[in-house]
């Protein structure tokens, strides 16, 4: 697969080398509370958070552009209490574009944040958005998933490893079926696996197939794969969750931060890199921080790229 070629990236910069306001492609953003510390063990600011995601923008920006935004909320810290926001705050800049999108729970639609340029970006770093989630469609098409995932999810006394030979499996499955897959970390113990399609198809669609896959990767390795939420089947396992093929869930973003001790990043891998992880038995290959990922795709470009484009159809049933 041919590699996008990306702008050099400088190291991510201290805290202090940003101002109190910046401009950036001619929107001022106030800026508050830079020293913040927000990663306590690794003494990563928020000033440093605002920073990562001002210089991962190029890559990002496609892979949330017209998806509405699920913001995750850290204040005080990846220790501390944090918020989900579905709606897009009200106190937010008039060039901050949002999208409808009709709520069962809420009876009504709601005003999502679309992030669609380094501002925005920089703007929800500021309200200490560590994390953002999309829907697995973009609008105005809403009801139209653009890809079917896999969260691959180890239960003790598994780990990433496990993660790692599941996804392979899985892999293979849908190489049978004439499908092609792409991986990214959690940012944490389990990897994703996404499986383009940028065709007319259905949620119910996606989630049937998901779920007929774990199942029958759960019937194939039934002691070390389970398709079935509840902590008490997941013990030793791989959870294969199916169950974010639906119209309402959210998925961590390629590239976003994730709230763990350090500032570990949802960083797209090539099977390549999984497998030798595995082989020599070193998750460590697998696990990146923001300046490891800056320097990923100053080299690489964008790994996860061929998700938006490349397109595919769920076989018949």
Wanted: one cysteine or more.
């Amino acid at each position: 697969m041919p590699r996008a070629k990306a702008k050099k990236t400088p190291p991510a910069a201290p805290a202090t080398a940003l101002p109190a306001s910046i401009e950036i492609d001619g929107k001022q953003i106030a800026l508050s509370n830079l020293g913040k510390v927000l990663y306590p063990e690794a003494g990563f600011t928020k000033g440093q958070v605002i920073d990562y995601y001002l210089r991962i923008a190029p890559a990002m920006l496609p892979h949330l552009s017209n998806r509405p935004l699920t913001l995750k909320r850290y204040p005080n810290g990846v220790d501390e209490k944090f918020f989900y926001e579905k709606r897009c705050p009200k106190h937010r800049p008039d060039w901050v574009k949002t999208g409808q999108v009709w709520s069962r729970d809420n009876n009504a639609f709601l005003d999502y944040c679309l992030v669609d340029s380094r501002a925005t970006m920089v703007w929800l770093g500021n309200l200490a958005c560590l994390e953002m989630h999309t829907l697995l469609s973009r609008l105005p098409k809403v009801e139209v998933p653009t890809s079917m995932v896999f969260d691959l999810d180890p239960g003790p006394p598994a780990d990433i490893l496990d993660s790692i030979r599941v996804g392979i499996q899985m892999r293979d499955l849908l190489q049978k079926l004439g499908l092609q897959s792409f991986a990214k970390t959690s940012g944490s113990k389990g990897l994703h696996l996404w499986v383009p399609l940028n065709t007319a198809t259905t949620f119910d669609r996606t989630k049937e197939f998901s779920h007929a896959m774990a199942l029958l990767l759960e019937r194939e390795n039934p002691k070390e794969v389970t398709s079935v939420m509840r902590k008490e089947l997941r013990h030793g396992k791989v959870l294969v969750d199916w169950s974010q093929n639906d119209n309402h869930k959210t998925t961590a973003s390629a590239y976003t931060l994730r709230a763990r001790a350090e500032p570990t990043v949802s960083t797209p891998v090539t099977w390549d890199e999984l497998e030798a992880a595995f082989k020599k038995r070193e998750p460590a290959r697998i696990q990146f921080t923001t300046n490891q990922v800056l320097k990923r795709v100053e080299k690489h470009g964008d790994l996860f790229a061929p998700v938006l484009t490349l397109k595919q159809r769920l076989p018949k049933e």
